[in-house]
């Protein structure tokens, strides 16, 4: 493979990273990413020791390109800066606090403090480092498993780049890390000891995959089990189910009949009419799915979108998202961008019900009704 690199423009930056759709690594691989094509061993790193922790994923192109982000000295963002941290940093979340001087301009005023100084929530993806024991090899009698990265992000070895477009493509040109981040669902065929002497999982798309396929650290990823897919209120009647999206205030609820059961904010799409007033049906669900577009103003190519509920037929969905914790204001380029927490419990919620296998269902494939989205723009 050439190593150069080709150079790196601001609509480049832009395709890459997506606004607020998925979580892009950003911070220079240089010459260990060829290496990466025929290693068989890249070990996790040595995260900080915390409950909770937050990872710079920022892709806000208004700052210093890579995604650097300000450490101050005050929740103030006219405080003193400490330093940039770069992109994919990660720090022990000790608490979040608000900004000691409001900014009537700036929606979200929320800050966490860290061991080294103050950083404005919405660039830190909150997270936790919760390594696993690693399956030995393929359950029996399965062709694989669905299972989620529970550490901050994991390095990707990559086997094979299907082409030379798409989001391994660009990591790749541009000398990035290619990385998965928490909360991320991945479908697992294959099981391998790597040369480090840790078991290692073949990780690739089950649904929008382009033939990208890759190896990781078997220990950053948790199979998941029936009771992650369990339904919630199963035995509530589907028909009085509905959800409730509101994008003058970006909050969503759930509501069975005239009662909210859940309620949590949300990001909605940037350009107007992007996410689309009125009434619709769930049509599809995935637990993961990769999505793309290549459209002029919202070009992105983004693995492994979990805990997805489609429900405009050109894509648009409930999705988790992991490349902002901006929730609340507008970040996406049309779908409902949710914590993954909460695109997990709308999932389960939601009608139809998924289960593991095969992971994903259409209006094709049941007779009952399914889930309105009601997207609202009411004060």
Known sequence: MNSSKRPFSRRDFLKLAGLGLGAIA???FTSRLDTHLVSRSILLPDFPKADLLGRNCTTDTSLQWGGTIPIMARPDVNSTKVRNAHPDEVFPWQKEVSAENIDVNIPNQRWVETPEGYIRS???QPC????NTPLAALPNGTTGFWAEVTVPYVDLIVEKAASSVGWIGDHIAYGLQPRLYYSQVMWIDQVRMG???TIQYHVNERYGNPGDLFWAEGAAFRPLTEEDVSPIHPEVDPATKKVVVNTNYQTLTCKEGDQEVYFCRVSTGIQEG?????????WRKLLSVRMAANNVGASYDLPGISWTTLFVGDGVAIHGATSHNNFGSVQSHGCVN????DAKWIFKWSQPLVGLEPGQVTWTDWTGGSTHVFVEDTL
């Open 26 to 28: 950003l911070r220079p």
């Open 195 to 197: 040369d480090s002497g």
């Open 338 to 341: 949710c914590r993954p927490e």
């Open 274 to 282: 992007s996410t689309p007033l009125g009434e619709h049906a769930v």
């Open 128 to 131: 936790k480092n919760s390594p």
């Open 122 to 124: 919405i660039y830190l």
